[in-house]
């Protein structure tokens, strides 16, 4: 059958405002290597997107975008300390246990797009775990 291994699988994010969504990608804490006048490559560690000047209200409003990381809650504080909920008008919930084993936070992006950013809550017991015996050592 030859070789059917995958290097990347990347999603077209919509913005309303292109200009403004580079910059909320950038401090939500994604890279940017690339850029055109209408698309942009973003990346964190081995999640990527790509960013289009495209906007149809419909299609913006029911995009979702899950991104599973190490360490939700540095995340999280990352978030915290960028303040992006004040400095772009957008919704932010504060990280939570799911029923489905993921603990999460949601952030919209400016144009409307949901992220859900978490982690496995099992690597988040195993990671608090890990602390605790690193503080009492």
């Known amino acids: 059958m030859g070789n059917m291994a995958t290097i990347e699988n990347k999603a077209f994010v919509p ?10 990608y950038a401090d939500l804490g994604f890279e940017m290597p690339w850029s055109s006048e209408d698309m942009a490559y973003f990346h964190a560690s081995g999640s990527s ?6 906007y149809v209200k419909e299609h913006a409003d ?10 939700v809650e540095s995340w999280w504080r990352h978030v915290s300390a960028q303040q992006l909920g ?10 939570d246990d799911r029923p489905w084993g993921i603990r999460d936070f949601t952030v ?21 775990a890990g602390d605790a015996q690193n503080a009492r050592a």
């Open 49 to 54: 997107f790509l960013l289009q000047r495209f």
């Open 108 to 128: 919209d992006d400016p144009t409307g797009v949901l992220w859900r950013i978490g982690q496995s809550i099992e690597s988040a017991e195993q990671a608090a």
């Open 15 to 24: 913005s309303k405002d292109f200009e403004l969504s580079k910059r909320f």
């Open 86 to 95: 004040t400095k772009y008008g957008v919704r932010i919930t504060p990280p």
């Open 62 to 71: 029911n995009f979702m975008m899950h991104m599973l990381v190490e360490d």
